[in-house]
């Protein structure tokens, strides 16, 4: 089992930044884990913002491209959304989500509210 635990969300003004922490605990080796991160807005469906997809390539939403880095470092076992420049229409739940690929598994964490207004 793997336990997800986000934090670093909070209220912030347009045009400013945040970075996101993901700590991922329990029996896993955390650099076997794909690390991704998604967001859902009010009324919306959850949706990827960044992640790593086959052979290690970091995918990234359209409307986040050049404005937010995913990154990890398996030393702390965390994951990282790195935000800058944000918008109002960025506003969302963030979740972290990790997917053991070799048994198949996927692992979700509680979420960290984003709130990006004036």
């Known amino acids: 089992q793997v336990q997800l635990v986000e934090s670093g969300g909070d209220l912030v003004q347009p045009g400013g930044s945040l970075r996101l922490s993901c700590v991922a605990s329990?029996?896993?080796?955390?650099?076997?884990?794909?690390m991704g991160w998604y967001r859902q807005a009010p009324g919306k469906q959850r949706e990827l913002v960044a992640g790593?997809?086959?052979?290690?390539?970091?995918n990234y939403a359209d409307s986040v491209k050049g404005r937010f880095t995913i990154s990890r470092d398996n030393s702390k076992n965390t994951a990282y959304l790195q935000m800058n420049s944000l918008k109002p229409e960025d506003t969302a739940v963030y979740y972290c989500n990790a997917k053991w690929l070799m048994i198949g598994a996927d692992y979700w964490g509680k979420g960290t509210l984003v709130t990006v207004s004036s």
């Open positions: 790593i997809v086959d052979g290690g390539r970091i």
């Open positions: 329990g029996t896993v080796i955390f650099s076997r884990l794909t």
